[in-house]
């Protein structure tokens, strides 16, 4: 009987433990089950740095790092256009994104490196490194774009060959359409299949108005980012910060006119020596 009261005691205070740490609200995200994130939006967030000093992560000369676990959280979406008015200024206008919370850039990773300069380079390789976004602009015009970091090649604005709280990583890269080359439009024309032309006849059968929606062309256009780095810690290689994005919007195939796209938010990534 003895025995059986201290088991039972132990036993008692092991599920107590087990039931107050279950109910921490200190828990983080990895305790969280699929039904806690579905439709919270949750899965949309960047990971964030919870401590921050004013060290810095050296990038040394010859030795080959990757950026793993690139992560960009977009916060607002600014799209500029031409004025109604001719006496008016074209002037970036927020939008509202329509697009469900799954417009993140997440688990893109590249190479790392700094010349005998001290310069960095970082090149993009892979991940999750496009979404497709629609976005409406204040009188309720919608304008879709593919949010993208493809082919980045960006580099650091000075010569420390350090990632530090003051480092802006600055390149371009490239912005393929919003769709690929099998899509066919509402009157059946595509680029690789479909009708050349969906009309008959009209008056003005060349003009503008009706050959840009016919002939559909595959343009990869660019944009530019920069990357300002401001918090790091250096025991873990994380850094995080700030970017801002300039890209074009789509074009349909060259059938809409081009609009100027700005997208601003947070950013996340973890560096590592790379292993042979």
């Known amino acids: 009987m003895k025995y059986r009261s201290l088991i039972a005691f132990f036993l008692a205070i092991f599920l107590g433990f087990l039931t107050a740490c279950s109910s921490s609200p200190t828990a983080g995200n990895d305790a969280l089950s699929y039904d806690d994130i579905r439709g919270s939006g949750l899965a949309n967030n960047c990971p964030e740095i919870s401590e921050s000093s004013l060290d810095s992560i050296k990038i040394a000369t010859g030795q ?17 256009r031409s004025p109604r008015i001719k006496r008016q200024n074209s002037q970036f206008e927020l939008t509202k994104p329509l697009t469900r919370e799954s417009f993140t850039l997440d688990q893109v990773s590249g190479s790392l490196k700094a010349d005998s300069n001290g310069m960095l380079t970082f090149s993009e390789q892979g991940g999750f490194d496009f979404q497709p976004v629609t976005v409406q602009l204040p009188d309720g015009e919608r304008v879709p774009l593919l949010f993208t ?17 003051s480092s802006r990583l600055v390149g371009t890269f490239d912005v393929p359409p919003y769709r690929t080359s099998s899509f066919i439009d509402p009157k059946g024309r595509g680029l690789s299949m479909g009708y050349d032309a969906a009309v008959g006849l009209p008056v003005n059968a060349d003009s503008e108005e009706y050959a840009r929606p016919n002939t559909k062309v595959f343009d990869i256009d660019q944009g530019t980012i920069s990357l300002q780095i401001n918090r790091v810690n250096q025991a873990t290689g994380e850094v995080a910060g700030l970017f801002e994005s300039a890209q ?29």
């Open 64 to 80: 080959s790092y990757q950026l793993k676990e690139l992560c960009l959280e977009p916060k607002t979406f600014l799209v500029k």
């Open 149 to 165: 970091i493809k082919g980045l090649v960006a580099q650091n604005q000075d010569s420390s060959g350090r990632l530090s709280t």
């Open 248 to 276: 074009p919007s789509d074009t349909d195939f060259g059938s809409k006119e081009v609009m100027d796209v700005k997208i601003q938010g947070h950013f996340y990534g973890r560096i590592e020596p790379e292993t042979i």
